[in-house]
């Protein structure tokens, strides 16, 4: 079955200390993986996906098919970081698309 | 201005009295679909629309009805409502026929609570 996984439903750190969000996922074909991230009193947006291979924001994310992962990571997290992040997951000539369950992340002052 | 119109934000209603919730994009996107947000279950797909007139299921379609009768509007349908549909619910559109060509813009959301 097709599955998002994001296994940390707070992650809370200091200003200044590195950031990874968990992303793990299950498919059987090729899928395409993206983050989303919605900061308070904003609307839910992408923030990056995994075909552009870009940096957004200082955030970046490495699909690994190995280990079925799309983490996403910052080296220093800043307050304005704060935010509800998800990964989502779609595939090739399909409308579906599945998020996993959505991390908090609290940058701390 | 760009942008995905949900309405109402806010909605309380009894069991099983029929409601919409309107859904609304002016950018000329092709898809189309709708989410419900709930804790612990992050955002689940309902229905998907790749085109006009044509829809299919998410995840979590029983209970719900759409329609893409035009581009620009994307209606949410609960014909019985049921306690068990009160949640958080996104639509959301993007320019290319697939969830995954292009970025999905959100709506603002409409809460629903069905007692």
């Known amino acids: 079955a097709q599955r998002v996984t994001q296994p940390e439903k707070l992650l809370s750190v200091f200003k200044g200390a590195p950031v990874e969000l968990k992303c793990n996922y299950s498919y059987s074909g090729s899928p395409e993986l993206f983050w989303y991230v919605q900061y308070s009193r904003q609307r839910l947006q992408l923030l990056l996906r995994h075909i552009s291979r870009e940096s957004i924001k200082g955030f970046t994310a490495d699909l690994n098919k190995g280990e079925t992962s799309f983490h996403l990571k910052k080296p220093f997290a800043q307050e304005e970081d704060s935010a509800m992040y998800y990964c989502?997951?779609?595939?090739?000539?399909?409308?579906?698309?599945?998020f996993g369950q959505g991390t908090t992340l609290q940058v701390k002052p | 201005e760009a942008q995905v119109t949900q309405n109402p934000r806010y909605l309380i209603t009894v069991t099983g009295k029929k409601l919409t919730v309107t859904c609304s994009q002016n950018?000329?996107?092709?898809?189309m679909s709708w989410y419900r947000q709930d804790p612990g279950l992050g955002l689940r797909q309902i229905y998907y629309?790749?085109?006009?007139?044509?829809?299919d299921k998410g995840d979590v379609p029983e209970g719900y009805k759409v329609s893409r009768k035009e581009k620009r509007n994307f209606p949410l349908i609960l014909e019985s409502p049921s306690p068990n549909q009160t949640s958080l619910y996104f639509c959301?559109?993007?320019?290319?026929?697939?969830?995954?060509?292009?970025?999905?813009?959100f709506g603002n959301g409409t809460r629903l609570t069905v007692t």
């Open positions: 989502a997951l779609t595939s090739r000539n399909t409308g579906k698309l599945i």
């Open positions: 629309s790749m085109n006009v007139e044509v829809t």
């Open positions: 950018m000329n996107h092709e898809y």
């Open positions: 959301a559109s993007s320019s290319k026929g697939r969830a995954g060509d292009s970025p999905l813009h």
